[in-house]
């Protein structure tokens, strides 16, 4: 019995270990978006010597297919309600 208190101390102390270092990790990770210049630098020139716009990402309205999303929720709240009940029922 003392063999699994030392393995589950062991599995807490690992698993908090890991938690905090990738805690850490991702804190001090410091991501800048490219300057501008660096930005026009990867388009290059045209003829022009204008600079190439470098394509960015392409803008989403988060709002375009809103219904589907909550007849799709919904659904699925009202499948786990259905679901939770008919399983108490039968117990």
Same mark, same amino acid.
């Given at each position: @019995?003392?063999?699994?208190?030392? @393995?589950?101390? /062991?599995? /807490?102390?690992? +698993? %908090?270990?890991?938690? !905090? +270092?990738? $805690? /850490? %990790? $991702?804190?001090? &990770?410091?991501?800048?978006?490219?300057? =501008?210049?660096?930005?026009? &630098?990867?388009?290059?020139?045209?003829?022009?010597?204008?600079?190439?716009?470098? =394509?960015?990402?392409?803008?989403? $309205?988060?709002?375009?297919? /809103?219904?589907? +999303? +909550?007849? &799709?929720?919904? !659904?699925?709240?009202?499948? &786990?309600?259905?679901?939770?009940?008919?399983?108490?029922? %039968? @117990?």
């Amino acid at each position: @019995m003392q063999h699994v208190k030392i @393995m589950k101390g /062991i599995r /807490i102390f690992f +698993l %908090s270990f890991f938690i !905090v +270092l990738v $805690s /850490i %990790s $991702s804190i001090k &990770a410091e991501v800048h978006p490219p300057k =501008p210049e660096r930005a026009v &630098a990867a388009g290059g020139l045209d003829d022009d010597g204008d600079p190439i716009p470098v =394509p960015g990402p392409v803008p989403v $309205s988060i709002d375009r297919d /809103i219904f589907f +999303l +909550l007849g &799709a929720g919904l !659904v699925l709240g009202l499948t &786990a309600v259905y679901k939770n009940k008919i399983k108490k029922a %039968s @117990m």
